[in-house]
């Protein structure tokens, strides 16, 4: 188990000045607070608060407490999770297995969520309506690892995260990525590293060919108006059947015109249906108007890819399918661990709350990624992930306070028992996420 011990903790409060400045409030009695349930500190009130200290033996008035969370009381919980954050990323741990023609070192799924904020906080979370927090992970699908984290203002763009997070891109890594990280400099820094990419490809991207009858100059050079031919999707998908993928090897896209692998997935007309809505719902709540190549070719999913020749192109959309999976990340901890739970409170609070919540994330992704390989291997049980982590959330504090003892083992059991009952996971028949 990666929890820090008493005295990483003791040292981390002493390094940042939280117990020199909180010397009512010991260490224990506040992660108590933090995690005795998720969301705690920001569902509750002041005065709920102080009185769930007092049944521990800690007296303290609500402007007392409230001054608890300052700029040390953030930067303890930020080093925590940080010292967290390296420990699991030096962990031997067992990975789950997919059905892939290549065995790749880790699936990487990086996304962005987006945290309300009381408008007060404008001023330090600018969002694009009123206060806002944008929050990029980025874990591994295999492990379960947290492998890059930012946290930033709500209104910033994707791109830059999506760059900054290839520092740690090791050879045979797999990224899954949606359309906000789509930029050719991204996959020629993963092409250099020898890692490879699934990403989906904006409806409006420009796909070339290799131009059939090219030219040359009397030197010998390519002519560049007669090197590369435009490849027409919307032209494409009209003798494509329903249902099936047709590939294209070599294509170059953007003015860079960069090579690439292109897989595109011509839909049911059901499926079809369902992306046309979510195209006008899009234009609905987001500024800018739709263009009309995405309704052109809204009968297809593209994707662009360097996964090589012997990985079939009908595998391509279905390893972007595990992509999905940080939506219910996502939704886990939004949803049960209540990070986007807000109230009028201040900066340091709020912040407080976040990385309780993150430290939380963090450790109850780990466990449950690491439980579903076991029911898998022990049980041949496929284990939902979101009933896992959010039993495993509600029990962090249980856990945390057991490590040393026999009860943790018996926690782990019950723990393990209850899942065997109401954590199997419904599996639907597996179809091409667009």
Request: aromatic share 12%; hydrophobic share 35%.
């Amino acid at each position: 188990m990666i929890f820090c011990r008493p005295i990483e903790l003791a040292k981390i409060a002493k390094d940042t000045k939280f117990i020199q400045r909180n010397r009512q409030l010991s260490v224990i009695n506040f992660f108590e607070i933090l995690f005795a349930e998720p969301g705690n500190i920001a569902k509750k009130s002041l005065t709920e608060l102080c009185l769930s200290l007092s049944s521990v033996g800690v007296t303290i008035s609500k402007q007392g407490f409230d001054k608890k969370f300052n700029e040390h009381s953030v930067a303890f919980l930020k080093a925590v999770f940080l010292a967290l954050f390296t420990i699991q990323m030096k962990l031997s741990i067992d990975k789950t297995k997919i059905k892939s023609t290549i065995d790749f070192n880790t699936v990487r799924i990086l996304d962005g969520t987006s945290i309300k904020l009381a408008k007060k906080l404008e001023v330090f979370y600018p969002g694009t309506v009123d206060a806002g927090a944008k929050c990029q992970i980025e874990f591994d699908y295999l492990t379960g690892r947290c492998i890059y984290v930012e946290i930033q203002a709500g209104k910033a763009g994707d791109s830059a995260s999506g760059i900054k997070r290839l520092e740690s891109l090791q050879k045979n890594d797999l990224i899954l990525q949606d359309l906000g990280y789509f930029q050719y400099k991204l996959f020629e820094k993963v092409d250099e590293k020898k890692a490879f990419y699934v990403s989906r490809a904006p409806a409006d991207t420009m796909f070339y060919v290799d131009h059939p009858n090219p030219r040359y100059h009397k030197d010998g050079t390519i002519m560049k108006k007669y090197a590369y031919e435009r490849l027409y999707l919307e032209e494409e998908l009209k003798t494509m059947k329903r249902g099936t993928t047709r590939e294209y090897l070599k294509v170059y896209f953007g003015s860079a015109r960069y090579p690439t692998r292109l897989v595109i997935y011509r839909m049911t007309v059901e499926q079809q249906k369902r992306q046309e809505e979510r195209i006008k719902r899009r234009g609905q709540t987001k500024p800018g108007k739709i263009k009309q190549k995405s309704y052109d070719v809204s009968s297809i999913s593209i994707y662009i890819t360097n996964l090589p020749e012997k990985v079939p192109a009908e595998e391509v959309p279905e390893l972007y399918r595990y992509r999905w999976q940080v939506e219910l990340v996502f939704k886990s901890w939004k949803s049960d661990m209540k990070v986007d739970f807000y109230r009028d409170m201040k900066k340091e609070r709020w912040e407080c709350h976040f990385y309780a919540e993150l430290i939380l994330l963090l450790l109850s992704l780990l466990i449950t990624y690491q439980l579903r390989v076991y029911f898998k291997e022990e049980k041949d049980f496929i284990l939902s992930e979101r009933i896992t982590m959010n039993e495993v959330s509600k029990r962090i504090w249980k856990i945390w306070q057991a490590r040393d003892q026999l009860e943790w083992e018996n926690l782990i059991n019950e723990l393990i028992k209850g899942l065997a009952r109401l954590g199997r996971k419904n599996i639907k028949k597996i179809k091409p996420r667009h």
